[in-house]
C-alpha cells in the first residue's frame, strides 16, 4: 500500500550543467493539458495502490515552483480525494530560491504545501554562476526567509567540494548557512555526472574536479559542523533537527511504497517497479493514449527487492534492522549482510551493531560505496 506520491514537474528555465535530473527547458507550457494528463496518471496509480491514507507527498523537478499554484491545489486536492491524507501530512515542493518563483510561496503554501525544498546551491555569487544559477546570494537569502515566513518548514540545498574549494571557505559557508535557521540541510558533494556539460568541460579541461581526499576532509567537516549546530546527518547528505527529517525521502529509504506520477517518475508498489516515459512530449503521448504514462512496470524478484532495500537502508544512520528485513523477505540474515564482513569492519570502526540492528559508523560514511560493495553480498545484488 502505497503511503507517499512523488509528483514530477519536468520543466526548467535553464538546465543546469552538472545536472543529469530529468528537467527540460520549453519556451511554453500548455498548463490546462498537464493538469488533465498529471490528473489522469494520478487516477491511474489509485486504482493499483490505493488503501492507505499518504503520508508525504513530494513535488519534484525540473522546477516546480514554476507550477502554477491553481495547478499544485488541483493536484492535492484529487490525491486526498483518492487516498486521503493522513493527519500531519507532509508535503513538500522543490523549488529555486528567485524572486519570481518567491512570489508564489504564498499562494503554494494556501494550496497546501507545507515544506519547502529551495535549492540555494552556493553562497557566493562567482560560484553560482559556474554553477549556472539563475539566482544570486542576495536573492537567494531573501526567498529563504520569505520561505520561512509562509511554510511550516524550509529545507536548503548546498553544493559542496567545488573546484579549488578550500575548507576554511566551505566552514564559513555552511557556518552562514547554519545561521539561516533551517530545520534541514541537503549538503551535496560535486559530481560530474555523464552526460552534463561539466563532464564536456572536465573532458576539454576547463576546470579539474576536487582530489578523493580533499573531498573526504570536507565530508568530514560537514558531518562535525552541522552535528555541533544541531542539525545531524541523519542520512550521508541530508542533516536536520531531530524530528525534522525528510519523511518522503525516509519512505524511499526505509524502502516503503510509493506511487511516481510525471516524466520519468519511479514507483514502488506492491513488488512491482514503475518508470514513466522521459521526455515530456512522450509522457504526454502516453498518458493520451493509455491513461497513465508508464513506460515499464515490472516485478521485482525477492531477493532483488532485499538487496534495494539493503542498500538504501544502510545509507541512514538508522542503519537496518537485519533480523525484520530477512522476515520481510524470507532470506537468511546471512544472506543480507555477509557476517565476516561486518565482523571486520565492526572491528576496524566503520561498521556498528546493536542488538539486529546494523549501520555505518561516522568513520564509515566516508568510504559507504565501497563497504556497501563489501557487506552486502554480490549475490544478492546481482539476483
Request: include cysteine; hydrophobic fraction near 45%; glycine fraction near 8%.
Amino acid at each position: 500500500m502505497a503511503r507517499a506520491l512523488y509528483i514530477h514537474w519536468p520543466f526548467c528555465l535553464a538546465k543546469c550543467p552538472y545536472c543529469d535530473f530529468n528537467s527540460h527547458v520549453r519556451e511554453s507550457v500548455d498548463h490546462a493539458a498537464w493538469e488533465k494528463a498529471l490528473l489522469a496518471d494520478l487516477r491511474h496509480e489509485a486504482e493499483l495502490a490505493s488503501g492507505a491514507a499518504l503520508d508525504s507527498i513530494f513535488f519534484g523537478g525540473g522546477t516546480p515552483s514554476l507550477m502554477p499554484p491553481a495547478l499544485v491545489a488541483r493536484l492535492l486536492s484529487e490525491a486526498e480525494k483518492l487516498w486521503g491524507f493522513a493527519s500531519g501530512i507532509e508535503i513538500t515542493l522543490e523549488g529555486n530560491p528567485s524572486s519570481v518563483e518567491a512570489a508564489n510561496y504564498a499562494a503554494l503554501a494556501a494550496a497546501g504545501v507545507n515544506r519547502a525544498s529551495l535549492g540555494l546551491q552556493a553562497l557566493d555569487d562567482q560560484t553560482l554562476r559556474f554553477l549556472g544559477r539563475l539566482h544570486g546570494v542576495a536573492e537567494g537569502l531573501r526567498a529563504v526567509e520569505t520561505a520561512q515566513n509562509v511554510f511550516d518548514r524550509v529545507s536548503i540545498d548546498l553544493i559542496y567540494a567545488r573546484p579549488d574549494q578550500t575548507a576554511a571557505s566551505w566552514e564559513a559557508e555552511l557556518a552562514q548557512a547554519l545561521a539561516l535557521g533551517t530545520s534541514h540541510l541537503s549538503l551535496y558533494q560535486l559530481t560530474i555526472e555523464p552526460g552534463t556539460r561539466f563532464e564536456t568541460m572536465v573532458r576539454k579541461g576547463d576546470f579539474t574536479p576536487l582530489d578523493d581526499d580533499t573531498c573526504a576532509d570536507l565530508f568530514s567537516l560537514t558531518r562535525e559542523q552541522t552535528a555541533a549546530a544541531g542539525l545531524p546527518a541523519y542520512e550521508i547528505s541530508n542533516h536536520a533537527r531531530l524530528g525534522e527529517e525528510s519523511r518522503h525521502n525516509l519512505t524511499y529509504w526505509r524502502y516503503q511504497d510509493y506511487v511516481g506520477i510525471g516524466p520519468g517518475a519511479h514507483g514502488r508498489r506492491g513488488g512491482a517497479a514503475t518508470v514513466r516515459h522521459k521526455k515530456p512530449e512522450n509522457w504526454l503521448s502516453a498518458v493520451a493514449a493509455n491513461g497513465h504514462g508508464i513506460a515499464e512496470s515490472r516485478v521485482l524478484g525477492t531477493r532483488e527487492q532485499a538487496a534495494e532495500a539493503m542498500l538504501m537502508g544502510l545509507r541512514l544512520r538508522e542503519g537496518i534492522d537485519l533480523a525484520a528485513m530477512a522476515t520481510r523477505f524470507g532470506l537468511a540474515p546471512a544472506a543480507l549482510l555477509d557476517p565476516a564482513k561486518a565482523e571486520l569492519y565492526r572491528q576496524q570502526g566503520l561498521v556498528w551493531q546493536d542488538g539486529t540492528r546494523v549501520g555505518v559508523t561516522e568513520a564509515g560514511m566516508p568510504l559507504l560505496d565501497a563497504l556497501l560493495g563489501e557487506l552486502v553480498p554480490a549475490e544478492l545484488v546481482e539476483a
